[in-house]
T-cell receptor, first 113, second 116 residues
Framework: DAMVIQNPRYQVTQFGKPVTLSCSQTLNHNVMYWYQQKSSQAPKLLFHYYDKDFNNEADTPDNFQSRRPNTSFCFLDIRSPGLGDAAMYLC????????????FGSGTQLSVL | AQKITQTQPGMFVQEKEAVTLDCTYDTSDPSYGLFWYKQPSSGEMIFLIYQGSYDQQNATEGRYSLNFQKARKSANLVISASQLGDSAMYFCAMRERMDSSYKLIFGSGTRLLVRP
């Protein structure tokens, strides 16, 4: 039973065309994270929410935005995708700030044509 | 500065043998946590094991154990009795404080291949 669900599993978009990736969780976890992982690299944190408090990493491009309308859902918006944004995007949740264990979704593989 | 270092880009192990994946870390925070995740080719990140900085004993989870040497700042993952399904990418990660919450920062990973 998937508890952190990411849709779609694969997303293809065109250069410059806005795209939204979604993440939902059934765990009622307070903390949600978005990571970007390029091929053969470590996941890189883009931003996270602690409840409604939004925290942006300093080096996250302005092109990336996020929304969390409620506890269960979180969205990643890429306003004008470039070729360099092609990557796996991983959503993760944790019950609280000490996050002994992050639970990850299966990821969305984004391709930019 | 690199905070999590995995020096082995790739490792081979024979099925049924044990293997150690290396991880060193750097932090000045006395309270921290160390994690290992497995990432198969399908892409999902699977939590394996966690070690808190104040834990007195090394963490174990089934075939996984964490060799925690605090003075040396190392947190190596030991997989006993390797199975073909253990072939995957393995990431070491450290919990780092940020304002009101924490984040995980990951090492560059080690790709493990189990030979039959």
């Amino acid at each position: 039973d998937a508890m952190v669900i990411q849709n779609p599993r694969y997303q293809v978009t065109q250069f410059g065309k806005p795209v939204t990736l979604s993440c939902s969780q059934t765990l009622n976890h307070n903390v949600m994270y978005w990571y970007q992982q390029k091929s053969s690299q470590a996941p890189k944190l883009l931003f996270h929410y602690y409840d409604k408090d939004f925290n942006n990493e300093a080096d996250t491009p302005d092109n990336f935005q996020s929304r969390r309308p409620n506890t269960s859902f979180c969205f990643l918006d890429i306003r004008s995708p470039g070729l360099g944004d092609a990557a796996m995007y991983l959503c993760a949740t944790a019950h609280g700030p000490t996050n002994e264990k992050l639970l990850f979704g299966s990821g969305t593989q984004l391709s930019v044509l | 500065a690199q905070k999590i270092t995995q020096t082995q880009p790739g490792m081979f192990v024979q099925e049924k043998e044990a293997v150690t994946l290396d991880c060193t870390y750097d932090t000045s925070d006395p309270s921290y946590g160390l994690f290992w995740y497995k990432q198969p080719s399908s892409g999902e990140m699977i939590f394996l094991i966690y070690q808190g900085s104040y834990d007195q004993q090394n963490a174990t989870e089934g075939r996984y154990s964490l060799n925690f040497q605090k003075a040396r700042k190392s947190a190596n993952l030991v997989i006993s009795a390797s199975q073909l399904g253990d072939s995957a990418m393995y990431f070491c990660a450290m919990r780092e404080r940020m304002d009101s919450s924490y984040k995980l920062i990951f090492g560059s990973g080690t790709r493990l291949l189990v030979r039959p």
